[in-house]
Each structure stands twice: as C-alpha cells, then as structure tokens.
C-alpha cells in the first residue's frame, strides 16, 4: 500500500511563491519516478515536472525557469518550489509516484494565484 500525503497549497498573488511536499510512504522501492501533475478548472491532468529517484528531471517547457521539482530520497519526499505565479498555474495540483510500473497518486492540493 502506497500513500502520498501532499501539503503547501494555498492563496498567492500574482509574482508570488509557493513550495509544495510531498510525503510518500508505504511499499516504495529505492527506484521510483516522482513527479506533479496540475488540473486546471474544467481542463485535463497536464504533467509539470518529474524526478527520478537518481535525481534526473523533465519539465514541461511552460515551467522551465519557474518551477524547480527536487526530493529527498531518506524521507522519500518530492517538492516543487514554483516562483513567478501566474493566473494561469491555478490549479489542483497532484503529487504522482511511479514503481514497478504502477502509479499513484495524492489527493490533491489547490493552487490559487490572484491577478
């Protein structure tokens, strides 16, 4: 059984920063691919960053130079620090897990950047 537990959603202007974690436990192999995902109101699941478990990452080209994905494999915990918010990163934003080829996914956490 695997968990992830995400937090550090919340309210921001526009310009603003955000950093949220991602807590992963239960059956976690060493290898794994961690990574968020967003939901905008009415819209599809998109990918926004990636990370491997030996730290290679993949960013949606939208997020390059804003968002930064990182983790910290002892606590099997990913962040994504996004700076220069816009309107247009509100969104529900999803912790993802990828092992043996199953993923998983957080609840949830919503992202709101007022204009």
């Known amino acids: 059984q695997v968990q992830l537990v995400e937090s550090g959603g919340g309210l921001v202007q526009t310009g603003g920063s955000l950093r949220l974690s991602c807590a992963a436990s239960?059956?976690?192999?060493?290898?794994?691919?961690m990574g968020w995902y967003r939901q905008a109101p009415g819209k599809g699941r998109d990918l926004v960053a990636l990370?491997?478990?030996?730290?290679?990452?993949n960013y949606v080209d939208s997020m390059k130079g804003r968002f930064t994905i990182s983790r910290d494999n002892a606590k099997n915990t990913v962040y994504l620090q996004m700076n220069s918010l816009k309107p247009e990163d509100t969104a529900i934003y999803y912790c993802?897990?990828?092992?043996?080829?199953?993923?998983?996914w957080g609840q949830g956490t919503q992202v709101t950047v007022s204009s």
């Open positions: 239960g059956s976690i192999f060493s290898y794994n691919t």
């Open positions: 993802n897990l990828v092992v043996v080829s199953r993923h998983y």
């Open positions: 990370i491997t478990s030996g730290g290679s990452t």
